[in-house]
């Protein structure tokens, strides 16, 4: 089955090679990292992202094993919730089920401050990294969240206060799932702390874990 790492907002698909340099899962060559900015090609909007990403999706004939952090993570359980029946298990890792605004309009001042060239590097503009976040606002699956029935994973670095609550209740409003906190790593756990988190999902990935693998 295939196994797609969704990278965070503000990085790019290389944030995996240390995690999948790691990682013990026996399916080496069917591991996907996508680059989000590609499903951004002509608006800057979450509804865009993740409508280019379900047609991503649809070139798999087999049920997906889905890991995403952050950003990655919301899409990885919005498709979840839309598809539950292609979705072989689910990693969620920093990530939120209902959009903190407050958070979302800080980080946005951030954003406005910050000099294009930053943004460039990351193959967005500051303008479409603005709008996006601004499209996510009203962002909310608390409702949806039970006809997510695969085995799922959720990853908090311990460090990450902003993600901390949203965790825990995910581990208790999602059906068949566990949560794992990553010492020493903060948001970015991929970056952190890659042989800890590689550790922890080769664990869950493993087969007698994976009831519908």
């Not at 999948?20 to 499903?39: Q, T």
């Not at 990450?160 to 581990?171: G, P, Y």
């Not at 799932?177 to 664990?203: C, M, Q, R, Y």
Request: hydrophobic share 40%.
């Amino acid at each position: 089955m295939p196994y797609i790492f969704l990278h965070g907002l503000g990085q790019d698909l290389l944030c995996w090679n240390d995690v999948l340099k790691f990682l013990k899962i026996s399916e080496i060559e069917n591991m996907h990292c996508p680059s989000l900015c590609s499903f951004l090609k002509k608006d800057a909007d979450y509804e865009s992202l993740y409508s280019a990403f379900v047609s991503y999706c649809e070139q798999f004939q087999e049920p997906l094993h889905l890991c995403g952090l952050s950003l990655g993570g919301i899409l990885a359980l919005h498709y979840a919730t839309a598809n539950p029946d292609k979705v072989a298990s689910l990693v969620l890792i920093g990530t939120q089920y209902k959009m903190p605004k407050k958070l979302l309009k800080v980080q946005n001042t951030v954003f406005h401050i910050l000099p294009n060239s930053l943004f460039q590097k990351q193959g967005i503009s500051k303008q479409d990294m603005i709008s996006l976040t601004k499209s996510m606002m009203d962002l909310d699956f608390t409702t949806c969240l039970k006809k997510i029935v695969c085995p799922t994973l959720v990853v908090c670095g311990e460090k990450d206060k902003a993600n901390r609550n949203a965790s825990i209740q995910l581990k208790t409003l999602l059906l068949n799932a566990n949560l794992v906190f990553i010492k020493h790593a903060g948001h970015e756990v991929n970056i952190d702390a890659p042989e800890a988190l590689a550790t922890v999902l080769s664990s869950f990935y493993d087969e007698k874990d994976i009831k519908y693998r």
